[in-house]
């Protein structure tokens, strides 16, 4: 249940640096990208990574990303780690 609060209050912690709570604007995306996983993207300093992982979430095409797209970053992120460990 932990892990779970945890995932919540990761996405709560960055849509709240603006007024709007519910979805990450881009920069906010970026934020907690550089922020809470760089150690796991491919290629974290390049400019277009969020970019390409904003298209890849926003499926809506509103230029946000809300809690169920922000959730499957999070199913994205975890089973690429549980494939990197699994090569280990």
Not at 11 to 18: A, G, N, V
Not at 29 to 55: A, H, R, S
Not at 57 to 80: C, G, P, R, S, W
């Amino acid at each position: 249940m932990e892990n779970i609060i945890a995932i919540i209050d990761l996405f709560q912690k960055y849509s709240e640096t603006d007024k709007e709570t519910e979805t990450l604007t881009k920069k906010e995306l970026k934020e907690l990208l550089e922020t809470e996983f760089q150690q796991i993207l491919k290629n974290p300093n390049d400019p277009d990574t969020v970019d390409i992982i904003m298209q890849s979430l926003d499926q809506d095409h509103n230029n946000k990303v809300d809690f169920t797209e922000y959730l499957l970053m999070i199913f994205k992120l975890t089973k690429a780690c549980n494939k990197i460990i699994g090569l280990c």
